[in-house]
Nanobody, 116 residues
Framework: EVQLVESGGGLVQPGGSLRLSCAAS????????MSWHRQAPGKEREFIAS????????NYAASVKDRFTISKDNAKNTVFLQMNSLKPEDTAVYYC?????????WGQGTQVTVSS
């Protein structure tokens, strides 16, 4: 059974940092292309960042480029999202995703709130 469990969210002030984790199981993580997405209240879920199976190729949405960094630890079956210089508009539920045989799997999400 594919499982994705996000953690690391919370309340942070503008300009602060958070590191999100997504622990994966039930599939060959070292071969998996992973991504992070977020959904703000009243908005559609949007792509944030992705990373190739070995970690050599990373892509970011324009809104987070140069502030967020995605990384992958294949030994720990975990994908991370380091978020720096957070802004109020980064407030959302953050999800990790994997697609296996054309089927998307999502975690339950972790809430990030950026507010003073």
């Amino acid at each position: 059974e594919v499982q994705l469990v996000e953690s690391g969210g919370g309340l942070v002030q503008p300009g602060g940092s958070l590191r999100l984790s997504c622990a994966a199981s039930g599939f060959t993580f070292s071969s998996a292309f992973m991504s992070w997405h977020r959904q703000a209240p009243g908005k559609e879920r949007e792509f944030i960042a992705s990373i190739s199976s070995a970690g050599g190729i990373r892509n970011y949405a324009a809104s987070v480029k140069d502030r967020f960094t995605i990384s992958k630890d294949n030994a720990k079956n975990t994908v991370f999202l380091q978020m720096n210089s957070l802004k109020p508009e980064d407030t959302a539920v953050y999800y990790c995703r994997v697609i296996i045989m054309n089927v998307p799997y999502w975690g339950q999400g972790t809430q990030v709130t950026v507010s003073s």
